[in-house]
């Protein structure tokens, strides 16, 4: 991610239209609008009758935000694996070198 200029990129979300400024790749940017359009119309379309727009952004909120938890949990679950190998490993080769 490009973070040395700022960029504005004209984006649409939702069928509306937002000028975003960012620090971030114009690229980066549209791809996060992309998401966040993406997941707002999986909402509208999983709703059994017409919804608010704020209804459906808050939804759509949460499930990008459950996403990112889910995400947070399996690396922590991957960090502590990896931390218990390499203090195993660090114990076997203590214990070989010692011998």
């Known amino acids: 991610m490009d973070t040395h200029d700022n960029n504005t990129v004209q984006v649409m979300i939702h069928g509306k239209s937002y000028t975003i400024k960012g620090k971030a790749d114009s690229s980066y940017i549209s791809g996060v609008a992309n998401y966040v359009d993406m997941k707002m119309r999986e909402v509208e ?35 502590n694996r990896f931390e218990e190998r390499v203090q195993a490993l660090t114990e076997l080769i203590d214990e070989t070198l010692s011998t």
Not at 47 to 76: C, H, P, Y
């Open 45 to 79: 379309e999983g709703a059994n009758t017409a919804q608010e727009e704020g209804k459906v952004a808050i939804l759509a909120g949460m499930n990008i935000t459950d996403e990112l938890f889910s995400i947070r949990q399996d690396k922590e679950r991957i960090e």
